[in-house]
C-alpha cells in the first residue's frame, strides 16, 4: 500500500447528540486522542482529566503537565514552552539496549550490541550528555556527521568500549581531528562515504603515524519505506558500490592497511515503517560482510544503520506516520537475520551496531501551547430576516428553517447553489454587501445542521465528508510551525495533540490550529487517527479567562535542530523536569531567544539599530519629550524581549 493511503472508516466523533447523557472519562479521553497507542506508556489521563507524564512508564511515579506548566507561569515564564524529561532519555536507552541483549540471549548470538546516537538527531545539550552518562553502562557510543558534532562529542564522557563513529563527508580537518581522537585513546571509526576519502584517510594516517579504525559504507540495494524511501538504493547520496568496495580492499591491501577496516556499514533510511523492508537489508549488507571477511578483511563491526521508527499515529501501520512492528520485533530480526547469515558462511557473528536517533529522542519532549483567540466560522449567532430583502436570500431563510433529518442532503444541495448563485449576483453588483454576509451566514447555519444530522448516521455522505473541516474552529496558539514543528510544514508529519486539561469533559467543539506568523503555511490541520488522517481535532469550549494549554507531543527528534526564524521568531523556552515520589522538579529553566539575538542572525547589531531609531526619534517634531523618552524605554524592551507573545 502507498505510504500516503490507508482505508478510511468512517467512525462517530465525539462529541455530538447522541453520547451527551454518557459520562465522559478518563479513559473516553484517552481513546478520543489515542494516547495509549501512540504515549508508549509515558503519558497518559489522570482521573482528574489532567494529562500526566510517567518518565520512568506506567508503574513509575507521575505528574500533571498542566500543574507544571502552571508553575512555569507562576514564575513569570512566558509560553510558548518546550517540556523535556531527562527519565525519558534514560528509559528508551535502556529499553534499546535491552531488547537486543534479550534478542541475543534468545537465538544465542555469539557477540554484543553496540548502540550509537547519532547526534543529527537532537544535538542539545542536555539530551547528549544525558544519553552519555545513561549510555555508559551499555558502552553506548555517539555518531558525527561534521566537524563540529565530532569536537562536540569528544568531550564527552563515554565507556572506553563506546564506538564514535565519523560519518558524512570529510575534509583533511575532519579525518585529522578523528585519527587525534584515535590517538586519545577513543574508540573511533572513520566510516568511508565516498571513494576519494580513502586516499585521505591512507595519507593522514601515515602523517600522524596512527593506525586508523575504518568503516565502509555500503551502498544498499534495498530501500525503506515513509517518507525517507528515496534517499536510499542505488541513487542513495552515500555509499559505496560493490565495485568500489574491491578496489578499496586491493588498496589497503596494497598498502598494507587491510587490518584496519573494522566496521561495515549501511543505512536504509529514517522512519522505516515496514519491517519487512529492514529484514531484507539487514540480510544484504549481512552477506557483504560475509564476503569482505572472506577477502581477507577483519570486520569486527555491522553497522546496520537507522530506521527504526516512531509510531507517531498509534495505528501500527506501514503508514508513513507509523510503525508496523515493535521493538522487540526490530531487534530479534536484526539479531537472527545476521546470525543466520553468518552461520551458513561459517563466518563469526560481528558486533552489531545501530544508528537510532528518532526512537530514543522523540518522546521525551512536549511542546506547549497556549490557545490565545478563536477564530469560528459565521452562522451560530440569530439571524433576523429583514422586511426587504433578495428573494435568493430569503429562499436560505427557508431553507435554514425548513432543514430535518429527513431532507437535509436536498436542503444543503439547494443552499450551496444558492450560495454559488448569490457569489456571481454580487460579482455583478446586483447584491448588496449586506445581503451576502446574511446568505453567507445562513449558509453556514445549513451547513453545521447538515453536519449534525449527518453524524447521526453511520455512514455519512461521501460529499460531506469536508464539512467537519470547514465548520472547524481555528485555535490561535502563541507560537510558530517554522520554529518549532518544522517537519509538519515540511513534510506533513503528523504528531499528536492533546489538551493538557479538562480530559474528563467532552470536547464539544472541532478544530485546527494556527500560529501567530504571517505566513498562510503556518497551519495545522492534520491529526492523527488509527485508521485515518483527521482533519479537526477535538476540543473544549474555550472559557475566558481560564488558560487552555495544547501538549504536542513526540516532538524530541529533530525539530530543535530544524526550526526556523521565519518572521524572526526564536527559540523557545526549554524547561528541563524530573519526577520521583514527591512530585516533581525543574532542575533548569533555559530562557527562549531574545529579538536582539534572532536580529542578529540576520547581519543587524542591536546597538546600531538603537542609534538609528533614537536619531529618528529625535529629530521628530511631532512626539513630545515624554513620548520620545516612552518610545525609546518600549524599543529597548523589545529587543532585549521575547520573540513571542506575552501578556
Known sequence: MPPDIRPVACARRPGFKLEKLKRFTAKDAEET???????????????????????????????????????????????????????????????????????????????????????????????????????????????????????????QDLHKEALIACNGFKDDDFIRLALMGKKLGKNVVITLEKFAELERVIRIAQELSVEPQIGIRYKLKTRGTGQWEESGGESAKFGFTTPEIIRAVDILAEAGMLGTIA????????????????????????????????LGAPVRYLNLGGGLAVDYDGSKTAFYASANYSLEEYAEDLVYVSKEVCDGHGEPHPILVTESGRAVTAYHSVLVLEVIDTIRPPGEEKIEQPRDTHPVVKDMF???????????????????????????????????????????????????????????????????????????????????????????????????????????????????????????????????????????????????????????????????????????????GEAHVVVDEDGYDIERFILGEKARRVIEKMGYEDDELAEAVEKLVRSSKKLTPAEKGAFMEQYARELVGYTYLED
Not at 132 to 155: F, M, Q, R, T, V
Not at 266 to 291: F, L
Not at 519 to 543: A, C, M, Q, W, Y
Request: aromatic letters at 10%; hydrophobic letters at 40%.
Open 398 to 572: 427557508d431553507l435554514a428553517r425548513g432543514i430535518s433529518a429527513k431532507n437535509y442532503r436536498e436542503v444543503y444541495h439547494d443552499a450551496f447553489a444558492n450560495k454559488d448563485t448569490i457569489l456571481n449576483l454580487y460579482d455583478l453588483g446586483l447584491i448588496s454587501l449586506r445581503d451576502r454576509a446574511t446568505a453567507e451566514a445562513l449558509f453556514y447555519q445549513i451547513a453545521r445542521k447538515t453536519l449534525r444530522f449527518a453524524l447521526e448516521f453511520d455512514y455519512p455522505a461521501d460529499e460531506l465528508e469536508d464539512l467537519q473541516k470547514m465548520l472547524a474552529d481555528k485555535l490561535v496558539c502563541n507560537f510558530s510551525l517554522f520554529q518549532s514543528l518544522p517537519d509538519s510544514w515540511a513534510i506533513k508529519q503528523m504528531f499528536p495533540i492533546v489538551p493538557l486539561s479538562r480530559l474528563n469533559e467532552r470536547p464539544t467543539r472541532e478544530a485546527t490550529l494556527v500560529d501567530i506568523t504571517c505566513d498562510s503555511d503556518g497551519k495545522f490541520d492534520r491529526f492523527i487517527d488509527t485508521h485515518d488522517v483527521r482533519n479537526t481535532l477535538p476540543v473544549h469550549e474555550i472559557r475566558p479567562g481560564e488558560p487552555y494549554y495544547l501538549g504536542v507531543f513526540l516532538t524530541g527528534a529533530y525539530q530543535d535542530v530544524l526550526g526556523m526564524s521565519h518572521n524572526l521568531f526564536g527559540r523557545i
Open 263 to 294: 566496521m561495515l556499514h549501511s543505512h536504509i533510511g529514517s522512519q522505516v515503517t515496514d519491517i519487512r523492508r529492514i529484514k531484507q537489508a539487514v540480510r544484504e549488507i549481512a552477506q557483504t560482510y560475509v564476503q569482505l571477511r572472506k
Open 33 to 155: 486522542y489515542l494516547v495509549p497507542h501512540w504515549a508508549a506508556g509515558f503519558f497518559r489521563v489522570g482521573e482528574d482529566g489532567e494529562l500526566e507524564v510517567t518518565p520512568e512508564g506506567p508503574e513509575g511515579p507521575s505528574a500533571s503537565l498542566f500543574e507544571i506548566v502552571q508553575d512555569l507561569r507562576d514564575e513569570g515564564r512566558p509560553l510558548p514552552v518546550m517540556l523535556r524529561f531527562p527519565q525519558i532519555l534514560q528509559a528508551r536507552l535502556v529499553a534499546l539496549n535491552e531488547a537486543f541483549r534479550r534478542a541475543i540471549k534468545k537465538y544465542h548470538y555469539q557477540s554484543e550490541y553496540r548502540g550509537l546516537y547519532p547526534v543529527k538527531v537532537n544535538q542539545r545539550r542536555m539530551v547528549v550528555e544525558t544519553l552519555a552518562k545513561a549510555g555508559k553502562p551499555y558502552a553506548y557510543g555517539l555518531e558525527a556527521g561534521s566537524k563540529a558534532e565530532l569536537a562536540l562529542i569528544l568531550a
